[in-house]
């Protein structure tokens, strides 16, 4: 390009993939990898053009120099602009489809990065507050311009960053927390289904909360009050939410183990705030595998588990370990199962697929000489959603499993 009203515009930069890696992109995945790159280069966050080995245009895309996933895709409109008001069409279109999903709390995920079309970006509402995750060097890039576009999307003014997340270092990026519009209480409490849950946005783990989680608290305490379960117990607890939903269903008494502290004290707290007799809950700073040996040991026995540990397998290149952690917790909750109990167990990583963790616990099941029914498949909250087109975004998977 030349000069235009005195201005110099700089030619917009291009990347050329190797032959044959068009296809990925022909099918509007949103990722291109380093491998299938042949030329060009940019500044991380720079709006490139892609274009296939013979030249034929397939995208435009945010660069990232430093990931492996070197560019990410904003759109496949050859005539589209990335601007700001593309991030403002783009926030609000991803606001908007929430009011359609079936969201039984006053806090949500609004925006849930590639699945909204805003590769990078994470971020979740609790009350009047916005709380986002700049995790991608184009989000990065165009942070501003996405903070402006979410407050005028939801009419709010409050925007906490927490762009703390392990991701950001594999772009090449520093951690940033803080306001980054507006400012206000940090300590928060949020309501979903038929109870309240207190949530630190500076402290608590991703934004503040397991929000994609929401609906499997709902469907455990349902489960607890149909099939009334007395002996509940909660591994990896963190705050106690599947602790607060098996009270709510009428478990008589909720043993909860987390190595966090901070984070039990949370979850004693959250029994409070629900009204809840503290005698009903048990809490324990200890190791699940060996809070799990040592019941076993003990003969003890639990009428419902719930298994929901971290994520073990953050890449494929980690699923083998991954699956040997996940095999052995589940191996000794099933030895803990009352005859007719229920586990809940679930895999928050990406690395592990839905096929690989039901072999998983199918093989823990045998290990333990247990047979059950899978009575449920479950996933994310409706507003964590997976499209057609990038399957990635389906990361937590559970089952639901009831001993015969």
Not at 127 to 140: K, N
């Amino acid at each position: 390009m030349g000069r235009r009203l005195g201005l110099t515009i700089s030619p917009m930069k291009t990347i050329q993939l190797k032959p044959g890696k068009e296809r990925s992109l022909q099918r509007r995945h949103p990722w291109i990898f380093e491998s299938a790159i042949a030329q060009g280069q940019a500044d991380a966050g720079d709006t490139v053009r892609v274009v296939s080995a013979d030249g034929q245009f397939l995208a435009w895309a945010a660069f990232s120099p430093a990931s492996t996933i070197r560019a990410r895709v904003w759109s496949f409109d050859e005539a589209q602009r990335i601007d700001a008001q593309f991030l403002i069409a783009a926030c609000a279109s991803a606001v908007s489809a929430r009011a359609r999903f079936d969201i039984k709390s006053d806090s949500r995920r609004l925006v849930h990065g590639e699945s909204d079309g805003l590769p990078g970006l994470i971020v979740d509402q609790y009350g009047d507050t916005l709380v986002a995750q700049f995790l991608s060097a184009g989000a990065e890039r165009w942070k501003s311009e996405l903070a402006d576009a979410l407050l005028l999307a939801t009419g709010l003014s409050k925007l906490y960053e927490r762009s703390d997340a392990s991701g950001r270092a594999l772009e090449g990026l520093a951690d940033q927390t803080g306001w980054l519009r507006g400012s206000g209480p940090t300590d928060l409490v949020l309501q979903e289904h038929d109870w309240q849950l207190n949530v630190s946005i500076v402290t608590g783990h991703k934004t503040g909360f397991y929000l994609d989680q929401r609906d499997s608290r709902n469907k455990f305490s349902e489960y607890t009050q149909r099939l009334k379960f007395r002996s509940v117990l909660n591994c990896f607890c963190y705050t106690g939410g599947f602790t607060v939903a098996a009270l709510k269903g009428g478990a008589a008494h909720v043993t909860s183990i987390d190595s966090s502290g901070p984070a039990l004290e949370v979850a004693a707290a959250n029994v409070a705030l629900n009204g809840f007799e503290a005698d009903r809950a048990t809490f324990m700073d200890a190791d699940v595998n060996a809070s799990l040996r040592k019941f076993g040991a003990e003969g003890r026995r639990f009428d419902a588990i719930i298994l929901d540990p971290p994520k073990f397998a953050p890449t494929i290149s980690h699923a083998e370990r991954a699956s040997r952690a996940y095999k052995d917790i589940n191996r000794l909750a099933f030895k803990l199962l009352a005859p007719g109990g229920v586990l809940f167990t679930y895999s928050c990583s990406g690395g592990i697929s839905p096929d690989l963790f039901h072999k998983i616990v199918a093989s823990a099941a045998i290990d333990a000489q247990v047979d059950g029914f899978i009575t449920e498949r479950l996933g994310g909250a409706p507003d964590h959603p997976m499209t057609i087109n990038f399957p990635e975004g389906e990361y937590l998977k559970g089952l639901v499993v009831m001993r015969k």
